[in-house]
């Protein structure tokens, strides 16, 4: 590992257990532990997506390694602008499927589900255009 890998292990280490630390200190000492149990119960969404990630980045990283090892250069990427215009059909389709379904839930539409869509929107969109202003 290089001095690099290591110090940001360091720090992801250090972070997790200020993370779980704090949490515990949250929860037992201010005699939360209702409000534990119905975060432990909303988490479990959170915790599959973070593990199916975890997964993705382990499968990406084996796929980079397989490049490097046959000879491939892995920092050029060619797109074409059918690619762009499908990217941003998925940066708009973010936000629509957060409307779609709180518009098929019994309570429809509100204003959070809006704010919601609109924070998708922008992150998705902020990282579209990082990603084509480097392209230049």
Not at 35 to 63: D, G, H, Y
Not at 66 to 84: H, P, Q, V
Request: proline share 2%; glycine share 4%.
């Amino acid at each position: 590992m290089t001095p690099k890998e290591l110090i940001i292990n360091f720090l992801y280490l250090a972070f997790l257990v200020l993370l779980v630390g704090g949490a515990i200190l949250f929860f037992i000492q201010g005699n939360r532990f209702s409000e534990f149990a119905i975060f432990l119960r909303s988490a479990w969404p959170i915790a599959f997506l973070l593990a199916v990630l975890a997964f993705k980045l382990q499968l990406t990283n084996n796929e980079k390694k397989r490049g490097e090892s046959n000879g491939m250069d892995l920092r050029t990427l060619n797109l074409t602008f059918a690619d762009k215009m499908k990217a941003e059909l998925v940066v708009f389709a973010c936000p629509l499927s957060i409307l779609l379904v709180a518009a098929l839930s019994d309570t429809g539409v509100d204003a959070l589900d809006i704010i919601q869509a609109l924070v998708v929107l922008a992150i998705v969109y902020a990282w579209h255009k990082y990603l084509w202003l480097r392209a230049r």
